[in-house]
Protein backbone atom coordinates (compact mmCIF):
# COMPACT_ATOMS: atom_id res chain seq x y z
CA UNK A 1 0.00 0.00 0.00
CA UNK A 2 1.52 3.65 -0.99
CA UNK A 3 2.28 6.16 1.61
CA UNK A 4 1.01 8.69 -0.52
CA UNK A 5 -2.23 10.12 1.29
CA UNK A 6 -5.17 9.47 -1.18
CA UNK A 7 -6.29 13.07 -0.38
CA UNK A 8 -4.26 15.97 0.48
CA UNK A 9 -5.24 19.87 0.49
CA UNK A 10 -3.05 22.47 1.30
CA UNK A 11 -4.14 25.73 1.80
CA UNK A 12 -7.40 25.40 -0.30
CA UNK A 13 -9.50 28.41 0.04
CA UNK A 14 -13.15 28.34 -1.72
CA UNK A 15 -14.55 32.34 -1.96
CA UNK A 16 -17.51 33.08 -3.48
CA UNK A 17 -18.26 37.19 -5.27
CA UNK A 18 -21.78 37.44 -4.14
CA UNK A 19 -23.66 39.64 -6.42
CA UNK A 20 -23.73 43.52 -4.41
CA UNK A 21 -26.38 45.97 -5.17
CA UNK A 22 -28.35 46.56 -8.24
CA UNK A 23 -25.52 48.20 -9.94
CA UNK A 24 -23.36 45.41 -9.44
CA UNK A 25 -21.52 47.28 -6.70
CA UNK A 26 -20.68 46.40 -3.63
CA UNK A 27 -19.47 42.98 -4.33
CA UNK A 28 -18.92 40.78 -1.01
CA UNK A 29 -16.55 38.26 -0.86
CA UNK A 30 -17.94 35.30 1.41
CA UNK A 31 -15.04 32.86 2.49
CA UNK A 32 -16.42 29.28 2.43
CA UNK A 33 -13.68 27.60 3.10
CA UNK A 34 -10.45 29.45 4.05
CA UNK A 35 -7.40 28.00 3.89
CA UNK A 36 -8.12 24.70 4.77
CA UNK A 37 -5.11 21.64 4.85
CA UNK A 38 -5.71 18.36 5.77
CA UNK A 39 -4.86 14.70 4.64
CA UNK A 40 -6.92 11.45 4.01
CA UNK A 41 -5.30 8.44 3.94
CA UNK A 42 -6.32 5.41 2.01
CA UNK A 43 -8.72 3.47 3.43
CA UNK A 44 -9.29 5.97 6.15
CA UNK A 45 -12.51 7.66 7.38
CA UNK A 46 -12.27 11.00 8.13
CA UNK A 47 -15.20 12.52 9.35
CA UNK A 48 -15.94 16.28 8.93
CA UNK A 49 -18.46 18.21 11.36
CA UNK A 50 -19.21 21.58 11.72
CA UNK A 51 -22.33 23.86 12.53
CA UNK A 52 -24.96 24.64 9.20
CA UNK A 53 -22.92 27.23 7.19
CA UNK A 54 -19.08 26.36 7.96
CA UNK A 55 -18.40 25.40 4.51
CA UNK A 56 -18.41 21.52 4.83
CA UNK A 57 -20.58 21.47 1.44
CA UNK A 58 -18.68 23.77 -0.30
CA UNK A 59 -15.37 21.81 0.71
CA UNK A 60 -16.82 18.46 -0.73
CA UNK A 61 -18.36 20.21 -4.40
CA UNK A 62 -14.71 22.17 -4.43
CA UNK A 63 -12.59 18.27 -3.58
CA UNK A 64 -14.33 17.04 -6.70
CA UNK A 65 -14.20 19.73 -8.76
CA UNK A 66 -17.96 20.55 -8.89
CA UNK A 67 -16.44 24.03 -7.88
CA UNK A 68 -13.04 25.92 -8.95
CA UNK A 69 -10.69 26.30 -6.35
CA UNK A 70 -10.05 30.03 -5.74
CA UNK A 71 -6.11 28.93 -4.45
CA UNK A 72 -4.35 26.18 -2.83
CA UNK A 73 -3.38 22.53 -3.53
CA UNK A 74 -5.91 19.55 -4.06
CA UNK A 75 -3.34 16.60 -4.30
CA UNK A 76 -5.25 13.08 -5.24
CA UNK A 77 -2.83 10.29 -4.98
CA UNK A 78 0.08 13.27 -5.29
CA UNK A 79 -1.53 14.54 -8.01
CA UNK A 80 -2.33 18.48 -7.78
CA UNK A 81 -6.13 18.24 -9.33
CA UNK A 82 -6.88 22.18 -8.42
CA UNK A 83 -5.96 23.74 -11.63
CA UNK A 84 -6.57 20.57 -14.24
CA UNK A 85 -9.14 21.45 -17.13
CA UNK A 86 -12.12 19.11 -17.68
CA UNK A 87 -10.53 17.06 -20.15
CA UNK A 88 -7.51 16.70 -17.87
CA UNK A 89 -9.69 15.78 -14.76
CA UNK A 90 -11.81 13.12 -16.56
CA UNK A 91 -9.77 9.74 -15.29
CA UNK A 92 -10.09 11.57 -11.65
CA UNK A 93 -13.80 12.31 -11.87
CA UNK A 94 -14.70 8.21 -11.80
CA UNK A 95 -12.26 7.87 -9.05
CA UNK A 96 -14.54 10.18 -6.53
CA UNK A 97 -17.85 9.78 -5.80
CA UNK A 98 -20.32 11.62 -3.62
CA UNK A 99 -23.41 10.43 -1.80
CA UNK A 100 -26.06 13.23 -0.89
CA UNK A 101 -28.19 14.04 1.83
CA UNK A 102 -31.12 13.98 -0.29
CA UNK A 103 -31.22 11.32 -2.14
CA UNK A 104 -34.84 11.65 -3.79
CA UNK A 105 -33.28 14.90 -4.76
CA UNK A 106 -30.69 13.82 -6.52
CA UNK A 107 -32.34 10.90 -8.56
CA UNK A 108 -34.18 11.40 -11.58
CA UNK A 109 -37.59 10.39 -10.70
CA UNK A 110 -38.86 9.25 -13.79
CA UNK A 111 -36.05 6.55 -14.45
CA UNK A 112 -36.41 2.76 -13.41
CA UNK A 113 -33.48 1.60 -10.59
CA UNK A 114 -32.09 -0.11 -13.14
CA UNK A 115 -31.30 2.78 -15.48
CA UNK A 116 -30.42 5.19 -12.34
CA UNK A 117 -27.55 2.54 -11.27
CA UNK A 118 -25.98 1.56 -15.27
CA UNK A 119 -26.06 5.65 -16.34
CA UNK A 120 -22.67 6.27 -15.21
CA UNK A 121 -21.49 3.28 -16.73
CA UNK A 122 -23.31 4.06 -19.59
CA UNK A 123 -21.36 7.61 -19.58
CA UNK A 124 -18.31 5.91 -19.22
CA UNK A 125 -19.04 3.65 -21.83
CA UNK A 126 -18.01 0.54 -20.00
CA UNK A 127 -19.13 -2.81 -21.24
CA UNK A 128 -22.09 -4.04 -22.87
CA UNK A 129 -25.71 -3.59 -22.42
CA UNK A 130 -26.08 -7.49 -20.80
CA UNK A 131 -22.58 -7.00 -18.81
CA UNK A 132 -23.95 -3.65 -17.52
CA UNK A 133 -27.78 -5.51 -16.31
CA UNK A 134 -25.09 -8.09 -14.35
CA UNK A 135 -23.00 -5.26 -13.00
CA UNK A 136 -26.23 -3.48 -11.59
CA UNK A 137 -27.62 -6.68 -10.48
CA UNK A 138 -24.56 -7.06 -7.91
CA UNK A 139 -24.69 -3.12 -7.39
CA UNK A 140 -28.29 -3.94 -5.77
CA UNK A 141 -26.98 -7.05 -4.12
CA UNK A 142 -24.13 -5.17 -2.69
CA UNK A 143 -26.43 -2.50 -1.18
CA UNK A 144 -29.31 -5.01 0.21
CA UNK A 145 -31.65 -4.59 -2.64
CA UNK A 146 -32.79 -7.46 -4.65
CA UNK A 147 -33.45 -7.96 -8.58
CA UNK A 148 -37.18 -6.86 -8.27
CA UNK A 149 -36.36 -3.54 -7.40
CA UNK A 150 -34.67 -2.69 -10.42
CA UNK A 151 -37.66 -2.08 -12.46
CA UNK A 152 -39.14 0.11 -9.77
CA UNK A 153 -39.08 3.83 -9.60
CA UNK A 154 -37.90 6.27 -6.55
CA UNK A 155 -40.48 7.21 -5.54
CA UNK A 156 -41.73 3.59 -4.74
CA UNK A 157 -38.75 3.47 -2.14
CA UNK A 158 -38.42 4.71 1.87
CA UNK A 159 -35.75 6.83 2.58
CA UNK A 160 -33.66 4.67 3.38
CA UNK A 161 -33.97 2.56 0.35
CA UNK A 162 -33.03 5.43 -1.49
CA UNK A 163 -30.16 6.07 -0.06
CA UNK A 164 -28.91 2.47 -1.10
CA UNK A 165 -30.04 3.48 -4.61
CA UNK A 166 -27.55 6.38 -4.14
CA UNK A 167 -24.99 4.64 -2.91
CA UNK A 168 -25.20 1.84 -5.80
CA UNK A 169 -24.88 4.39 -8.11
CA UNK A 170 -21.56 5.94 -6.02
CA UNK A 171 -19.82 2.80 -5.88
CA UNK A 172 -20.61 1.79 -9.52
CA UNK A 173 -17.67 3.20 -11.08
CA UNK A 174 -15.56 1.34 -8.50
CA UNK A 175 -14.33 4.89 -6.85
CA UNK A 176 -11.45 5.11 -4.14
CA UNK A 177 -12.87 8.27 -2.43
CA UNK A 178 -16.22 8.59 -1.49
CA UNK A 179 -17.59 12.23 -0.30
CA UNK A 180 -21.08 11.29 2.05
CA UNK A 181 -22.15 14.67 2.69
CA UNK A 182 -24.70 14.20 5.08
CA UNK A 183 -25.82 10.93 4.08
CA UNK A 184 -27.75 9.96 6.97
CA UNK A 185 -29.20 13.38 8.00
CA UNK A 186 -32.26 13.14 6.32
CA UNK A 187 -33.37 9.61 7.65
CA UNK A 188 -35.12 8.17 10.48
CA UNK A 189 -32.97 7.38 13.75
CA UNK A 190 -33.54 3.82 12.98
CA UNK A 191 -32.72 3.38 9.59
CA UNK A 192 -29.59 5.47 10.31
CA UNK A 193 -27.50 2.73 11.69
CA UNK A 194 -28.26 0.32 9.21
CA UNK A 195 -27.15 2.89 6.44
CA UNK A 196 -24.09 3.54 8.42
CA UNK A 197 -23.83 -0.01 8.75
CA UNK A 198 -23.51 -1.03 5.02
CA UNK A 199 -21.20 2.28 4.48
CA UNK A 200 -18.45 0.16 6.97
CA UNK A 201 -19.16 -2.83 4.85
CA UNK A 202 -18.71 -1.76 1.57
CA UNK A 203 -15.63 0.02 2.86
CA UNK A 204 -14.05 -3.34 4.38
CA UNK A 205 -14.71 -5.35 0.84
CA UNK A 206 -14.01 -2.21 -1.60
CA UNK A 207 -11.09 -0.49 0.09
CA UNK A 208 -12.98 2.94 0.21
CA UNK A 209 -11.83 5.92 1.35
CA UNK A 210 -14.48 7.99 3.16
CA UNK A 211 -15.25 12.05 3.98
CA UNK A 212 -18.19 11.67 5.81
CA UNK A 213 -19.39 14.90 6.21
CA UNK A 214 -22.23 15.57 8.85
CA UNK A 215 -23.22 18.30 11.33
CA UNK A 216 -24.40 15.17 14.03
CA UNK A 217 -22.03 14.76 16.42
CA UNK A 218 -22.73 11.28 17.74
CA UNK A 219 -22.81 9.14 14.60
CA UNK A 220 -19.67 10.10 13.00
CA UNK A 221 -17.86 8.86 15.94
CA UNK A 222 -18.76 5.32 15.13
CA UNK A 223 -17.61 5.47 11.61
CA UNK A 224 -14.65 7.59 11.20
CA UNK A 225 -11.25 7.23 12.22
CA UNK A 226 -10.40 10.78 12.44
CA UNK A 227 -12.53 13.39 12.86
CA UNK A 228 -12.08 17.34 11.72
CA UNK A 229 -13.80 20.49 13.27
CA UNK A 230 -14.54 23.22 10.67
CA UNK A 231 -15.72 26.49 11.73
CA UNK A 232 -15.88 29.71 9.79
CA UNK A 233 -14.53 27.88 6.34
CA UNK A 234 -11.58 26.91 8.53
CA UNK A 235 -9.87 23.38 10.50
CA UNK A 236 -10.20 24.20 14.15
CA UNK A 237 -9.06 20.93 15.65
CA UNK A 238 -8.21 17.41 14.21
CA UNK A 239 -7.79 14.59 15.88
CA UNK A 240 -8.12 10.53 15.98
CA UNK A 241 -11.86 10.16 17.41
CA UNK A 242 -11.13 9.22 20.22
CA UNK A 243 -8.55 11.78 21.51
CA UNK A 244 -11.12 14.10 19.80
CA UNK A 245 -13.92 12.83 22.10
CA UNK A 246 -11.96 12.45 25.30
CA UNK A 247 -10.35 15.21 25.90
CA UNK A 248 -11.78 18.16 22.96
CA UNK A 249 -9.07 20.90 23.21
CA UNK A 250 -10.64 23.88 21.46
CA UNK A 251 -13.26 25.38 23.36
CA UNK A 252 -15.54 25.49 19.82
CA UNK A 253 -15.20 21.60 19.82
CA UNK A 254 -16.17 21.25 23.50
CA UNK A 255 -19.35 23.76 22.93
CA UNK A 256 -20.21 21.14 19.92
CA UNK A 257 -19.78 17.86 22.15
CA UNK A 258 -21.24 19.73 25.43
CA UNK A 259 -24.74 20.44 22.56
CA UNK A 260 -25.26 16.67 21.69
CA UNK A 261 -28.44 16.02 23.08
CA UNK A 262 -28.40 12.51 23.36
CA UNK A 263 -26.37 11.46 26.01
CA UNK A 264 -23.29 10.26 25.49
CA UNK A 265 -21.75 9.12 28.85
CA UNK A 266 -17.92 9.15 27.29
CA UNK A 267 -18.65 12.52 25.82
CA UNK A 268 -17.38 15.70 27.52
CA UNK A 269 -19.89 17.19 29.16
CA UNK A 270 -18.77 19.64 31.60
CA UNK A 271 -18.51 22.92 28.99
CA UNK A 272 -20.35 25.44 28.00
CA UNK A 273 -22.74 24.42 25.29
CA UNK A 274 -22.37 26.51 22.12
CA UNK A 275 -23.62 30.26 22.63
CA UNK A 276 -24.46 32.83 19.88
CA UNK A 277 -25.22 32.11 16.07
CA UNK A 278 -22.14 31.47 13.70
CA UNK A 279 -21.15 35.02 12.11
CA UNK A 280 -21.46 35.36 8.63
CA UNK A 281 -19.05 34.02 6.54
CA UNK A 282 -18.62 37.73 4.89
CA UNK A 283 -16.95 39.09 7.59
CA UNK A 284 -15.16 36.85 9.84
CA UNK A 285 -13.81 38.35 13.22
CA UNK A 286 -10.01 38.86 13.29
CA UNK A 287 -7.73 37.04 15.31
CA UNK A 288 -9.53 33.46 16.28
CA UNK A 289 -12.84 33.60 14.23
CA UNK A 290 -14.18 31.58 16.98
CA UNK A 291 -13.22 34.46 19.06
CA UNK A 292 -17.28 36.31 19.35
CA UNK A 293 -18.32 33.05 20.96
CA UNK A 294 -15.79 31.84 22.81
CA UNK A 295 -16.17 31.92 26.72
CA UNK A 296 -12.64 32.25 27.05
CA UNK A 297 -11.41 35.25 24.63
CA UNK A 298 -8.48 37.71 25.79
CA UNK A 299 -7.25 40.90 23.48
CA UNK A 300 -4.35 38.18 21.56
CA UNK A 301 -7.27 35.76 20.28
CA UNK A 302 -8.69 39.39 18.68
CA UNK A 303 -5.34 40.08 17.49
CA UNK A 304 -3.77 37.03 16.34
CA UNK A 305 -4.64 33.84 14.28
CA UNK A 306 -3.81 30.75 16.23
CA UNK A 307 -1.99 28.54 13.73
CA UNK A 308 -3.13 24.58 14.09
CA UNK A 309 -0.71 23.63 16.42
CA UNK A 310 0.51 19.58 17.28
CA UNK A 311 -0.63 18.54 20.60
CA UNK A 312 0.86 15.07 19.96
CA UNK A 313 -0.58 11.84 18.93
CA UNK A 314 -1.65 13.11 15.60
CA UNK A 315 -3.79 15.33 17.49
CA UNK A 316 -4.22 19.48 16.28
CA UNK A 317 -5.95 22.42 17.88
CA UNK A 318 -5.91 25.98 16.52
CA UNK A 319 -6.55 27.93 19.98
CA UNK A 320 -3.82 29.96 21.65
CA UNK A 321 -4.71 28.13 24.85
CA UNK A 322 -5.14 24.87 23.39
CA UNK A 323 -1.91 23.27 25.47
CA UNK A 324 -3.09 24.77 28.49
CA UNK A 325 -6.76 23.17 27.60
CA UNK A 326 -5.06 19.51 27.02
CA UNK A 327 -3.11 19.87 29.86
CA UNK A 328 -5.75 20.03 32.34
CA UNK A 329 -7.47 17.66 30.61
CA UNK A 330 -4.70 14.68 30.42
CA UNK A 331 -4.12 15.63 34.63
CA UNK A 332 -8.10 15.03 35.11
CA UNK A 333 -7.68 11.91 33.29
N1 LIG B 1 -22.92 28.66 -4.62
C1 LIG B 1 -22.77 29.49 -3.59
N2 LIG B 1 -22.72 30.84 -3.78
C2 LIG B 1 -22.57 31.69 -2.74
N3 LIG B 1 -22.44 31.30 -1.46
C3 LIG B 1 -22.49 29.99 -1.20
C4 LIG B 1 -22.66 29.01 -2.23
N4 LIG B 1 -22.66 27.78 -1.67
C5 LIG B 1 -22.51 27.97 -0.34
N5 LIG B 1 -22.40 29.30 -0.05
C6 LIG B 1 -22.18 29.90 1.28
O1 LIG B 1 -20.99 29.31 1.79
C7 LIG B 1 -21.09 29.12 3.19
C8 LIG B 1 -20.86 27.66 3.50
O2 LIG B 1 -21.97 26.91 3.02
P1 LIG B 1 -21.95 25.31 2.97
O3 LIG B 1 -20.68 24.86 2.36
O4 LIG B 1 -23.21 24.87 2.33
O5 LIG B 1 -21.96 24.95 4.54
P2 LIG B 1 -22.36 23.58 5.27
O6 LIG B 1 -22.37 22.49 4.25
O7 LIG B 1 -21.31 23.43 6.32
O8 LIG B 1 -23.70 23.82 5.87
C9 LIG B 1 -22.47 29.62 3.59
O9 LIG B 1 -22.32 30.93 4.06
C10 LIG B 1 -23.24 29.56 2.30
O10 LIG B 1 -24.27 30.51 2.29
MG1 LIG C 1 -23.88 21.12 3.78
Known amino acids: ?97 MIFQDPYASLNGRMTVRALIAEPLEIASIGTETSRRARVDELLDRVGLNPDHATRFPHE ?59 DLSMVRHISDRIGVMYLGK ?12 APAHPYTQALLASIPVADPEARRDATPMRGEIPTAIDIPSGCRFRTRCPFATDLCAAAEPPLTDLGGGHFAACHYADKVMTKEMQAA
Open 157 to 215: FSGGQRQRIGIARAIALNPELVICDEPISALDVSIQAQVVNMLEDLQAKLGLTYLFITH
Open 235 to 246: IVEIAPNDALYR
Open 1 to 97: MSETPLIELRDLTKHFTLSGDLLGRNRPLLRAVDGVSLSIKRGETLGLVGESGCGKSTLARTLIRLFQPTSGQMLFDGKDIAELDERELRPFRRRMQ
